[in-house]
């Protein structure tokens, strides 16, 4: 974990160095192995207990209610606000995207552990009478599934490339995205902040080199501006990825060294260090070579992104203001809208 790079000071806990192999967030770093569940936390049987989350049995996926879900949707709109004159363009996919995009997009080199494809039932009625007796056996049926062209959305703004370079050359100025979606990441935990399913907004700047640097620094003040005004702590620190294997240790050395990955940090849970609210992530021109995507000068693009997890924030909003909304500060409450 690094310096931050903010002035706000070292919120509780920030400053306490990850356990080993986690990073900043707690996640397991580029460890790359099987995912631990571990125990419930205290934080998250209080939110079920409070009724804001909803057990469905699976670790990371959960139910939410509707006062959870009023929550998420005032924070959408705070988000909205704070954006609204910076003209993005607004783009919405479902959580999923063409299997054949996932593969392009070097997702499964980094990160084969947290990808989800969809498979479908495809035979006939042999194969569906020899999957009814696995089932009943307690076999398992899934190997009579066959993969289909979906896969599960990893992150916001993955559509957004191939969508933007089938257009052909980005206009002089460059593109500038609103971008948001439910993502999977199959990385099953008991800790609330850690979920399968989740919610992602995102701006996304695509362009010269210069404009999507400048993007990118400007949001990192902006982001700890929409922090401070919901009166939560943070910082911000370099960051990488939670890449696979061994080769990927070297990557996310390099990807923190190059400062090509920064996070907004909020401490949510007891133990672990704070947790990545906003990610501000800076490609180069990794997406505009892998999807054709051209400046009007004809060079591939350079992009960057800023991830907003409007779960990780609601939550972060229940730890420091309470689980009951309507006792919040008023301050809090009329940014909120509630
Ligand atoms: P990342 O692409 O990993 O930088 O993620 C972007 C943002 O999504 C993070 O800053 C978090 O706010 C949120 N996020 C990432 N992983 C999860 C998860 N497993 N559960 C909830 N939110 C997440
Ligand atoms: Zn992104």
Redesign the pocket.
Known sequence: MTAPVDGLGPPVGAEAPPPSGLSPDG?EGSAGTAPTVGPASDFLRDLTEAGLLLETGVP?LYGRSARFEALIERIDEFVSRRTAEDGAERLRFPPALPRRELERSGYLEGFPHLAGTVHAFTGDERAHRALLADLEAGRDWTTRQRPTDVALL??ACYPVYPTLAARGPLPERGALVDVASW?F?H?P?REP????F?R?REQVRIGEPEAVRAFRDDWLERGRRLIDELALPCTITTAH??FFGRGGRMMAASQKEQGL?F??LVPILDGGGP?????F?WHRDRFGRTFGLRTARGEPAHSACV???L???ALALLRHHGLEPERWPRAVRALLGS
């Open positions: 996640r990371g990893p992150a993502c990441r990385e935990s902040t850690r979920l399968q989740f992602m990825d939670p990955k996070e907004l947790t990545a609210c906003l990610s992530n991830g907003i997890g779960e990780r924030l």
